[in-house]
Each structure stands twice: as C-alpha cells, then as structure tokens.
C-alpha cells in the first residue's frame, strides 16, 4: 500500500510516473533466483474507499467526456434517482460532485453508467513543518541553489519570478505581511464568503510559512512571484479530500499563466486527488 506524507503538485509529477512490472533480485551471485513478477494491480471498483473515510461523505467522479455545463444537471439527475443532494461541483479538475449520503446511496450512485467511480471522502492533514536551527538562516535556500555538499552560505539566483503566478493551496496567506511586499493576493476561500474582509487570510499559519518558502522577499526563492492564497484549510490543520479538490478545481480554470502550484499536504492515497492534480499539471 502506498503512502503519501507530502504531497506537491511540482512533485507529483515524478509520482505519475508508473512503477516497474517486474523485479529481480539476487542475480549476481550463486544460482540464479527466479524473478519476482509483481501482478498488475487490479482494476479498481466504481465504488472506492480511502483510509481515513470521512463517514457519510463521498466524491462521485463522472465520465470525464462530461460536459462541463452538463454536470450540475447529471448531479441532479443522480440524486433525484438515488438520494440526497450534490453540495460541490467541480468541472474543471475533475468532472462530478461532492455528496452527503448513507453508503448505500454513495453505491447505487457508483453503479451509474454515467458515473466513472465514487470516493469516500477523506481526512487531509496538513506536512508537519519542522524548524531548523541553521546558523545564517534558512537551511533550505541555501541548499535550493546547489546540487553538491558542503553547503556554501549562500543562495545565487538569476531569476526573482517576476511575472510567475503561485497559486499555494493551503491554509491561505497572511496577505499584508511584509514579506510579502504586496504581492501576495487572495485567490480562492472554500470557508469564507468573497466580500468578507478576510477573505483568503491565513489563520493557522501554514500556508504563510509556505508562501514565505516559496516567494518571501527576504527568505523566499522567487521573491518577486505574484503570490494568491488558495484557502482549502480552515484554521485547524484539517480539512477533507473534497474540499482540497475544490481548490485544485478553482485553480485549473482560474489560474493566469505561467503558473505554478504547491500543495504541502499529507493525505491517503486517492484517485480524486490524484485525477484532480494530473489535470492541473498540464494547466500551470
Ligand atoms: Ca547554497
């Protein structure tokens, strides 16, 4: 079973890659050993579950050939047919809609031709950030701009990001903080209403601290990047599978180019994350 503990969108792309079939171990010495034959994985059923399900809620993906402007009538027709009522649409990312029902429904809604799989909703947990103790400064900026040891103390650049859009979907940002030099604007925020005046503000801290990584003018690597908070975290370090692909859903129809996307987050292995993060590569 595979683990995800961090997951970035720049990185997930190297996790797309597929694994290798076959392994052989223990061929240099003595008689030979047989090859272990890894089976192929077996097809995945329309109804899929997660490791740390979120009861009662689900994730219904459909046929990816939907029509955009089709979904909110298919949703209905689906939930009219077998209960309950889509909360979520998402249209871009991926093709379907969130959904609060019993197992039951979520299964009956599965066995739907129009309907490529439901995932039970899972639990997101934010990457536990580790502070270290580095003499002159941040240990990862100086390491960021070489590939060999020893460190240097120093961290070279010939570009700033000037003009790159990074979209940080997390727990939003600290929009006015000095670092940011006003660059930092408010993108998306699945829990605050837009006319809300802290609309895209970080209230626990993470996604200040990731933007600060990312495009901080003292700390950061691209310290001139436009920088827009995608608030898919509260102010607790939760928040659910169904939410975060609200925001990657958010971002792959509204991102400007170029464009890049980091999502600093631990989840269990899903389809909908992993379907929602491979639309928007191509897309940032
Ligand atoms: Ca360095």
Redesign the pocket.
Known sequence: MRKISTLTIVLALFGLMLSPLFERIGHSQGPSTPPIVTPPPKPKGKFRRVQSPIPNQYIVVLDQNTLGSDIPSVAADLTRANGGAPNDIYRHAIKGFSIHVVEAVAIAISRDSRVDYVEEDGKVSLATTQTITYPDGPWG??????RSLP??????YNSNGTGVNVYVIDTGIWLSHQEFGGRARAGYDYFRNPADCLYGWDCAGHGSHVAGIIGGSTYGVAKNATLYSVRVFDCSPASTTSIIAAGIDWVTANHINPAVANMSVGASPSDVLDTATRNVLPQV
């Open positions: 900026l100086d390491r960021s701009d070489q460190l240097d103390s120093a961290y070279t």
